[in-house]
C-alpha cells in the first residue's frame, strides 16, 4: 500500500477522485435546489446572481440554464451519473472479458470460435455500436451501461486469453493438473489472481472511457433521457446558447475533465506500480 501511494500519478488520481465520489454522495445536501425544479422568472440566469428561485432566496452559483434549472445542482448530480456508469461499466466488462479470456485462452476449441466473434465485434466502432444498442434498448441506465460495455469486452477478453496462454505453461499449474485438480479449481486459484493486476489497470481505462462515451451520447441526445442530470445532457442543452452563455457548456465540462484525467492517471501509476516489466522499461 505504501508503495502505491509513493506514486506521483496514484496520488493524483486518488485525490481528485475522492473529491468527486464526495460531492457525489453529499449532493443532495450541497446542492442548493432539486435538479430538476424549474422557475420561468430565471431563465438563463449568470452565474453568481442572487435572486429568489421559486419564491425562496437563492444563489445562483453558475446560474440557470434555458428552461430555469440551476446548473450547479444539476452538475453535482450529474458527478454521481458519470460515477455510476463509470465504476459499473468497468466492473461489468472486466468481469465478462476475464471469464471469456479464461475460457479462450485455456481451450483451444472454444479459442478458435470466441475470438472469431471477439474480432468482429472489435472490428464495429464503439460509439456507433453503443448507440444502436442504446437505440434497440431504451435510453435507460442499465442500457446505457451495456450499450457502452459490450464494446470494451473484447479488449479485456483478448488481455485475459493471452495472460492465460503464458500462464498455463507456468509449472505450478502444469503440476495442479498433475495433481488431477478440477479446471475450475485451476483456473480460480492460478489463473486468475496472477491476472488481477492488469486487469485491474484495464479497468481504469474502461472507466475513464465510459465516462467520456456516456457524456458524448448524452450530448447527442442518445444516452440518458433530458430530464436526467448528466453532464452530456447539462452540455447538450447549453450548446444552443453557447456564444451567449458559455457557461451553460463549461461549467460541466469543468468536471468532466478532471474526472477522466484522474482515473487516466491512477491507470498508469498503478501500471507502473503493479506491472514489473513496464517498470523496467521505464526506467
Given at each position: 500500500m505504501?508503495?502505491?501511494?509513493?506514486n506521483?500519478?496514484?496520488r493524483f488520481?486518488?485525490?481528485?477522485?475522492?473529491?468527486?465520489?464526495?460531492?457525489?454522495?453529499l449532493a443532495?445536501w450541497?446542492?442548493?435546489v432539486d435538479?430538476?425544479q424549474m422557475?420561468a422568472?430565471h431563465i438563463?440566469?449568470?452565474?453568481?446572481?442572487?435572486g429568489?428561485?421559486?419564491?425562496?432566496?437563492?444563489?445562483f452559483?453558475m446560474?440557470?440554464?434555458?428552461?430555469?434549472?440551476?446548473?450547479?445542482s444539476?452538475?453535482l448530480?450529474?458527478?454521481r451519473?458519470s460515477l455510476?456508469v463509470?465504476?459499473?461499466?468497468?466492473a461489468l466488462?472486466?468481469?465478462?472479458?476475464?471469464?471469456?479470456?479464461m475460457l479462450?485462452?485455456?481451450?483451444k476449441a472454444?479459442?478458435?470460435?470466441?475470438m472469431?466473434?471477439m474480432?468482429?465485434?472489435?472490428?464495429?466502432?464503439?460509439?456507433l455500436?453503443?448507440?444502436?444498442l442504446?437505440?434497440a434498448l431504451?435510453?435507460?441506465l442499465w442500457t446505457?451501461?451495456v450499450?457502452?460495455?459490450?464494446?470494451e469486452?473484447?479488449?479485456?477478453?483478448r488481455?485475459?486469453?493471452?495472460?492465460?496462454?503464458?500462464?498455463r505453461e507456468?509449472p505450478?499449474?502444469?503440476a495442479?493438473k498433475?495433481?488431477?485438480?478440477?479446471?475450475i479449481q485451476?483456473?480460480?486459484?492460478?489463473i486468475l489472481?496472477?491476472s488481477?493486476a492488469?486487469l485491474?489497470?484495464q479497468?481504469t481505462?474502461?472507466?475513464?472511457?465510459?465516462?467520456?462515451?456516456e457524456a458524448?451520447?448524452?450530448?447527442?441526445g442518445?444516452g440518458l433521457?433530458a430530464?436526467i442530470p448528466?453532464?452530456?445532457?447539462?452540455?447538450?442543452?447549453?450548446r444552443?446558447?453557447?456564444?451567449?452563455?458559455p457557461g451553460n457548456?463549461?461549467?460541466p465540462?469543468?468536471?468532466?475533465?478532471?474526472?477522466v484525467?484522474a482515473?487516466?492517471?491512477?491507470g498508469?501509476?498503478?501500471r507502473?506500480v503493479l506491472d514489473?516489466?513496464f517498470?523496467?522499461?521505464?526506467?
Amino acid at each position: 500500500m505504501n508503495k502505491l501511494f509513493q506514486n506521483s500519478a496514484i496520488r493524483f488520481g486518488f485525490a481528485v477522485l475522492g473529491i468527486l465520489v464526495l460531492l457525489a454522495i453529499l449532493a443532495p445536501w450541497l446542492g442548493t435546489v432539486d435538479p430538476a425544479q424549474m422557475d420561468a422568472n430565471h431563465i438563463n440566469t449568470k452565474a453568481g446572481a442572487i435572486g429568489e428561485f421559486n419564491g425562496i432566496a437563492h444563489h445562483f452559483w453558475m446560474g440557470t440554464d434555458s428552461v430555469g434549472r440551476d446548473i450547479y445542482s444539476r452538475v453535482l448530480f450529474g458527478t454521481r451519473i458519470s460515477l455510476l456508469v463509470g465504476l459499473f461499466t468497468a466492473a461489468l466488462a472486466v468481469v465478462l472479458g476475464a471469464g471469456l479470456g479464461m475460457l479462450a485462452g485455456y481451450f483451444k476449441a472454444v479459442d478458435a470460435v470466441l475470438m472469431r466473434i471477439m474480432d468482429g465485434l472489435m472490428a464495429i466502432p464503439s460509439v456507433l455500436l453503443a448507440i444502436a444498442l442504446v437505440a434497440a434498448l431504451g435510453p435507460q441506465l442499465w442500457t446505457v451501461v451495456v450499450a457502452i460495455c459490450i464494446p470494451e469486452v473484447p479488449r479485456v477478453t483478448r488481455l485475459v486469453r493471452s495472460l492465460v496462454l503464458t500462464l498455463r505453461e507456468e509449472p505450478y499449474v502444469e503440476a495442479a493438473k498433475a495433481l488431477a485438480t478440477p479446471t475450475i479449481q485451476i483456473l480460480w486459484r492460478h489463473i486468475l489472481p496472477n491476472s488481477l493486476a492488469p486487469l485491474l489497470v484495464q479497468g481504469t481505462f474502461i472507466a475513464a472511457s465510459a465516462v467520456l462515451t456516456e457524456a458524448a451520447l448524452s450530448f447527442l441526445g442518445l444516452g440518458l433521457p433530458a430530464d436526467i442530470p448528466t453532464w452530456g445532457n447539462i452540455m447538450a442543452e447549453g450548446r444552443v446558447q453557447f456564444s451567449q452563455y458559455p457557461g451553460n457548456v463549461l461549467f460541466p465540462a469543468l468536471f468532466l475533465v478532471p474526472m477522466v484525467l484522474a482515473i487516466n492517471l491512477l491507470g498508469d501509476g498503478l501500471r507502473d506500480v503493479l506491472d514489473p516489466k513496464f517498470s523496467k522499461r521505464s526506467n
